[in-house]
């Protein structure tokens, strides 16, 4: 009697060991554990090379494999038709590094986004609107002094970008993803697509088995 297998293909998986397995890049089910077990463990790729880098595959492959070890095994796909191996080598965790590299992140982003407010206000000419709204009000001319204009405005601006941002440190106003969130997604996305849409020519160094 032939056993049915469902094979949910990742579109990306991150490895960092040369020799990749089924199971790395799929989930598997099947209510033969056994069957699950041995297509698990199938080797689907072998990369010889000592770069990172990501290779575009395809399912039709993976049936393949399948087939050959386990002939009796009916095979429903249910993900990607296409996926992705990142390789990344394994590497030591640097703490210090990654550190830096976060302070270095965070203060390109300060210094920028300050310089991005300041042109605005110079652009839009924020302090002239605020000296024609203070003599509107008082009836007297803004003697250049700060005012609650200026720091309603300046708390309104801090409290807008959190509000949209929809994140301060771990702390969220709702469940919803960021903006920058959904960003990130969507650049992932595209990469992704992008390989596949390529053809994901293979390199020196690796082959399929």
Request: charged share 20%; proline share 2%.
């Amino acid at each position: 009697m032939n056993k049915t297998l469902y094979l949910k293909l990742n579109k990306i998986s991150t490895v960092h060991e040369k020799e990749i397995f089924l199971k790395d890049v799929a989930s598997l089910y099947s209510d033969d554990t056994a069957v699950m077990a041995k297509c698990g463990a199938i080797k689907v790729k072998t990369i010889h090379g000592d770069h990172d880098h990501r290779y575009v595959e395809d399912v039709l492959d993976v049936l393949r494999l399948i087939s050959e070890a386990a002939p009796a095994v009916q095979v429903t796909n249910l993900g990607e038709t296409d996926y992705i191996i990142d390789y990344q080598r394994p590497r030591r965790a640097r703490i210090l590094w990654q550190w830096v590299k976060t302070v270095s992140v965070c203060a390109v982003c300060f210094c920028g986004a300050a310089f991005a407010i300041m042109t605005f206000n110079n652009d839009a000419s924020v302090t002239a609107v605020f000296q024609e709204v203070y003599q509107m009000v008082l009836g007297q001319e803004w003697q250049g002094h700060i005012s609650v204009l200026e720091l309603s405005y300046s708390v309104g601006l801090a409290a807008g970008i959190l509000i949209f941002f929809n994140h301060f440190a771990a702390w969220k106003l709702n469940t919803d993803p960021t903006p920058l969130e959904v960003e990130m997604r969507l650049y992932e996305d595209n990469i992704s697509k992008t390989l596949i849409a390529s053809g994901g020519k293979e390199e020196p160094g690796t082959d399929g088995t």
